[in-house]
């Protein structure tokens, strides 16, 4: 067995019974159930955990909590995580871990962990089990409020878990919360983000400290999202160190944490220690350690009358030395004595005296821990008398109780919570029917002096080594630096220095750095003020804010009627949104290349058919539709006849496009638009927003039926042979069923409204179909066109047969800066309306501008494929920087039809440049190209009749 | 997470909502009676008060409706909502 040389023979709140074996930088250590990382390290001697990120100097355990700034440990086994403070990872059998000089490494493999989340409303939240927070709590659930008390520890108790008694009616509120039928107790619970209207997020640790013994059907954290009516924060204080040099050798340790160690966790984490005091607090750490059988050499006191507590110590033989302080330490790596002197005024004076020590407990005061309180939008006041920022007010429902808002005697603290609790509750709507019981804990009648404010003792040698931020390793002498360069306000040196910006945010370190400060400037600490304290409190880790939503859970799926057979059929998909979009159909052996090559073959040669069902779909109707889609759409509508297609286009306000699609005009009162695939959510939105805030007297409705139809396009010369095969009823020549015209007919015996629209410039239909009967459809097409070579074709081949014709992709080739002058397009926009949206801006002097950018096809030389957002120039050699910009290339493809490459382009003065060469530099090339009008294949249209 | 008091819904999480600017800006009557300068302002210009501000707010995860608050943009607080067509409520 691994020996705890600095194990107490008795006591703390450890499980004796339960050893758990460990390894830390590769030594093989034992610890106890109810040890955290470092108690157990402390107990087997370790006290060095690390070297700082900075200077590399040795550091050690500094806290016992989520303050700690020293020992960040990388957990290695059983699963890989970074920085977690050793003072907060309760010790599990197999912990494997080790120091971590400022970084950690994220695991490399996938986390096999589950994680979730909860949401909960009550009428008060506490955070915080204290002593202030069970008050708080108890007051409240008697009331028969809703109530939840979160704590991030796995026992009721607080800062009591640190002393030598702790009351049993700490373990008994929380069982009586536990019994409450409308209480909740969140142990091992973070409370990290305190948001707008009382909304709080918390992280609740499961099954973290079971190691690989956490049953896998337990998520390992729980984020919770509580809205509470009414919030009591009892979070309690923070204590700080003092700036003296040497102040950061390990050894050095915070006195309330080394008393914490001595009670709950029976491990003495020295031999022989020297206290460093501006106040009361420490004298308790002196004395349980004393008691615990640790030779406290002395308590160095900076206050000149310390008061009862020093008369305490010396009566237990305890050497006080008021009016002192520590100069320095010394030792290698670990602190062996400890100089100490006189300080009066500020000033050090009469001899030193070094006491050999190797353990050096520190208390410069308590900070209240405001971190929730200011993130609520609560303002922080400089209590003079407290040394600390304390809470002053806040808009939102929320009440601080105890130590949080410097109450620090038990007494005062249960009083403070139980007071805080009924009035939330009664505030939440509750009457504390029953008086509140009393207080059980006695008050002190010891003369208690005030605590000192001491931020800096001086010397003896400069300041370098004196430390205010341990883990940025930021010292008095980068203070002064930084003051001395001119920096006045607190958030600029916290910038500057780094101070307070490192994995603990400055819990131990911020107010000190304001004192620090406010004595450089000889200003008041109340004058500087503080840092903005934001979320999270505490770090979260990424999988745990993401809970279940990863992998096929990050985002909805949609596929159409179709996926099925575009999965048998070998399809590859891409997302288009957050649909899933075959992307084109290889057969053996092709690549990407040669299948788009054969089915762009297939539609402009024979007949071939795609999965159309993505398109967005709204039906209007009412008797104002037609009036309202003038509005909407640069062209005219409402003179659309019933049986027709058009095409349309719409801008926003501004006059650039927004989408584009077919209007059909099912009856007079009814149109079916189809809107870009990505954006149909965003034009039901934008459709609904007029309707609803600007035109409501328009009679008009609007519905997304995008599911409601699937849709299929049979596209290309031979396409009418099969469809004249399928609907017999359906007079399918040009002259009876003319361009841009719809029918209803039966297409394999399935009801059908058929549309002939065109996207590839072939002969085409669009049939649409209920979504139930889109496979039954599909496979009579692919029957009945087998002998013609029908081929299934995805988006890539739809968009190179587009792009051939210089039809532009919202959102591809155009970006919210493009007019439908632009792109060529003006003959979609009317003269005639008196208005429509984006009509005006058409009028404004920049659309009118002959140097716009515009749509334009470019013809490489060399049969290059060019890179989609590649930028134009002018010239074979590049001008010297800032190169002057032409344009930028929107789509590029390899042409079957043209025997070549091209590229769509927005180019300024694009229309201008028909006929000129331009370049596109791609690497350490510039590739000629030559501008020519968009459109390349078929420019007198002569194909749409087949 | 504001909660926000949908007139037609209730209290909801602001997640369900969608913003949409400033309120009380009309699309105008002839918008071809306006001079750039008019028009740039309708398009472009928003007031940024430190205090109570009228806006837009849609439903969008819910009823669906559009309507209007007046949030404090220094505290959050929403201190008036009200249906489209209604008068802006006198803060005081
Ligand atoms: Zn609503």
């Known amino acids: ?326 100069t320095g330490t010394s030792g290698e790596p670990r602190v062996a004595s400890v100089a100490v002197r006189a300080l009066c005024a500020a000033e050090l004076t009469g001899p030193a005296r070094e006491f050999a020590a190797d353990l050096l407990l520190v208390s410069g005061g308590w900070n209240p821990v405001a971190h929730l309180f200011s993130q609520a939008g609560g303002q922080l006041r400089y209590d003079a008398g407290l040394g600390a920022f304390v809470p002053d007010g806040c808009r939102q429902a929320v009440r601080v109780a105890g130590a949080a808002r410097g109450v620090f005697d038990l007494p005062g603290c249960l009083a403070d919570g139980a007071e805080a609790g009924r009035r939330a509750a009664e505030d939440a709507g509750f009457t504390a029917a029953r008086p509140l019981p009393p207080t059980s804990a006695a008050g002190s009648a010891e003369r208690s002096a005030p605590s000192a404010h001491l931020w800096v003792v001086p010397g003896p040698d400069g300041f370098g080594t004196h430390f205010v931020d341990l883990q940025r390793d930021v010292t008095v002498a980068d203070l002064a630096r930084a003051t001395g360069a001119g920096l006045r306000s607190v958030e600029h040196l916290k910038r500057y220095t780094t101070a307070g910006t490192a994995h ?160 059909i005009r099912l009856a007079e009162d009814r149109f079916l638009l189809t809107t870009t695939t990505g954006n149909a959510a965003a034009v039901l939105d934008w459709m609904e927003e007029w309707l609803q805030t600007e035109w409501p007297d328009l009679r008009a409705h609007c519905t997304s039926v995008t599911e409601q139809w699937a849709t299929v396009a049979l596209v290309g010369p031979r396409s009418r042979e099969v469809l004249a095969g399928l609907a017999p009823q359906l007079a399918v020549d040009a002259c009876s069923f003319p361009f841009m015209a719809w029918r209803e007919t039966a297409v394999a015996g399935i009801p059908a409204r058929v549309c002939r629209i065109s996207f590839s410039g072939e002969l085409a239909y669009e049939i649409n179909v209920l979504p139930w009967y889109a496979t039954a459809l599909w496979e009579a097409l692919y029957e009945a066109g087998r002998p013609l070579g029908i081929t299934p074709y995805g988006t890539e081949t739809m968009h190179v047969l587009r792009a051939e014709k210089g039809y532009p992709i919202v959102g591809q080739d155009t970006d919210g800066t493009v007019t439908p002058q632009d792109l060529g397009m003006g003959w979609v926009v009317s003269k005639k309306k008196r208005d429509f949206i984006g009509k005006r801006s058409h009028l404004r002097a920049d659309t009118g501008r002959a140097d716009r950018k515009q749509l334009v096809a470019l013809l490489p030389q060399d049969d290059v494929l060019l890179p989609e957002g590649a930028q134009l120039v002018a010239g074979d050699r590049l001008a010297d920087p800032p190169v002057p910009m032409l344009g930028h290339i929107t789509s590029s493809y390899r042409s079957v039809a043209l025997g070549r490459t091209f590229a769509l382009a927005l180019v300024r003065s694009g229309r201008e440049r028909v006929g000129e060469r331009l370049y596109v530099p791609v690497g350490e090339e510039l590739i000629p190209v030559t501008v020519t009008g968009p459109v390349l294949y078929d420019p007198e249209g002569a194909r749409r009749d087949g | 997470m504001l909660l926000i008091p949908c007139p037609w819904c209730g209290p909801r999480d602001e997640a369900e909502f969608g913003y949409g600017g400033q309120a009380h800006v009309p699309y105008p009557e002839d918008p071809t009676a306006l001079t750039d300068e008019e028009w740039a302002r309708y398009l472009f210009f928003r007031n940024n008060p430190k205090g109570p501000h009228p806006e837009r707010w849609c439903h969008a995860a819910g009823c669906r409706r559009w309507f209007n608050a007046v949030r404090n943009t220094a505290t959050n607080e929403i201190l008036a909502v009200y249906r489209v067509g209604e008068p802006r409520p006198v803060i005081v």
Not at chain 1, 88 to 107: I, K, M
Not at chain 1, 509 to 535: D, H, K, M, Y
Not at chain 1, 553 to 577: I, K, Q, S, Y
Not at chain 1, 596 to 621: N, P
């Open chain 1, 504 to 663: 603990d945010q400055g819990k131990t370190s911020g107010v000190l750095t304001s004192g620090v400060i406010a004595q450089l400037l000889g200003v008041e600490v109340a004058e500087l003020g503080t840092t903005t304290f934001r979320p999270p409190y505490t770090p979260v880790s990424f999988a745990a804010l993401a809970g279940r939503n990863r992998g096929v859970l990050h985002d909805p799926v949609r596929v159409t009627a179709l996926h099925d057979w575009h999965l048998a059929h070998g399809a590859r998909f891409e997302n288009v949104g957050q649909w899933h979009r075959p992307w084109y159909y290889p057969r053996d052996g092709e690549d990407m290349a040669a299948a788009v090559a054969r089915e762009c073959r297939a539609a402009r040669e024979g007949v071939a058919f795609m999965d159309a069902s993505t398109l967005g779909k709204i039906d209007v109707q009412g008797p104002d539709a037609g009036d309202f889609l003038d509005r909407l759409y640069t062209n005219m509508i409402s003179t659309l006849r019933v049986g027709m297609i058009r095409y349309g286009v719409m801008c926003r306000a501004d006059g650039m496009v927004f989408d584009d699609g077919t209007v």
């Open chain 1, 1 to 326: 067995m691994t020996p705890q040389p600095f194990r107490l023979p008795d006591g703390g709140r450890i499980s004796r019974g339960a050893p758990l074996a460990f390894r830390f930088d590769g030594v093989a250590y034992q610890g106890y159930r109810g040890d955290t990382l470092a108690s157990a390290l402390l107990a087997a001697g370790v006290h060095q955990t690390s070297t700082s990120v900075r200077l590399g100097r040795p550091r050690g355990i500094f806290t016992a909590g989520v303050e700690e700034p020293n020992a960040i440990v990388q957990i290695e086994a059983p699963f890989p995580e970074p920085m977690l403070p050793a003072t907060t990872v309760e010790l599990y059998d197999g912990l494997v871990a080790g120091g971590l000089p400022g970084q950690g490494r994220l695991a490399t493999e996938p986390d096999p962990a589950r994680y979730d989340a909860r949401y909960a409303h009550c009428d008060v939240l506490v955070v915080g089990a204290g002593p202030a927070g069970l008050a708080a709590a108890a007051a409240a659930a008697r009331t028969g409020a809703r109530v939840i008390l979160a704590d991030d520890q796995p026992e009721p108790g607080g800062s009591l878990l640190g002393t030598a008694e702790i009351p049993d009616w700490a373990a008994e509120t929380g069982s009586e919360l536990d019994a409450a039928s409308e209480a909740r107790v969140l142990r091992r619970t973070m409370v990290f983000g305190y948001y707008d209207d009382n909304y709080l997020l918390a992280a609740e640790r499961r099954t973290n400290h079971l190691g690989s013994q956490a049953p896998s059907r337990l998520s390992r954290e729980r984020i919770w999202h509580i809205r509470a009516r009414q919030v009591v924060l009892a979070t309690g204080a923070h204590e700080r160190s003092v700036a003296f040099a040497g102040n950061d050798r390990p050894g050095v340790m915070l006195a309330a944490a080394a008393r914490t160690y001595v009670n709950r966790y029976a491990v003495a984490p020295g031999r022989r220690a020297v206290v460093f005091t501006t106040g009361d607090s420490a004298y308790c750490a002196a004395l349980d350690l004393a008691a615990a059988g640790v030779d406290v050499a002395a308590v160095v006191d900076a206050r000149p009358e310390p008061g009862g507590a020093a008369e305490r110590a010396a009566r237990a033989g305890i050497e006080v030395l008021a009016g002192h302080a520590v």
